[in-house]
């Protein structure tokens, strides 16, 4: 059972960085492929990016450009970097990882682009 735990978080102006982690356990194996979705109230979970354990990377149009996805695979550890964040971005943001045909989810980090 893979357990995955998000932070950093939080609200920023628009212009802003944030930085978000994700740290899965539960395995000792790379896990296949982590990433990040996003949920803003009344709409659907969609993709950011992912980082799969062959090292290829794979970005939503919205982002490409301005956010970075990176792993630490002998962690287990994915990071999304943002930058120059829009109101848009506003979201929760959750770590996603696909491992052994089963997927899971972090608990969601809430992040706020507001003046």
């Known amino acids: 059972q893979v357990q995955l735990v998000e932070s950093g978080g939080g609200l920023v102006q628009p212009g802003g960085s944030l930085r978000l982690s994700c740290a899965a356990s539960?395995?000792?194996?790379?896990?296949?492929?982590m990433g990040w979705y996003r949920q803003a109230p009344g709409k659907q979970r969609d993709l950011v990016a992912t980082?799969?354990?062959?090292?290829?990377?794979n970005y939503a149009d919205s982002v490409k450009g301005r956010f970075t996805i990176s792993r630490d695979g002998a962690k287990n550890t994915v990071y999304l970097q943002m930058n120059d964040l829009k109101p848009e971005d506003t979201a929760v943001y959750y770590c996603?990882?696909?491992?052994?045909?089963?997927?899971?989810w972090g608990q969601g980090t809430q992040v706020t682009v507001s003046s």
């Open positions: 996603n990882a696909e491992f052994r045909w089963r997927t899971y």
């Open positions: 539960g395995t000792m194996f790379s896990i296949n492929v």
């Open positions: 980082f799969t354990s062959g090292g290829s990377t």
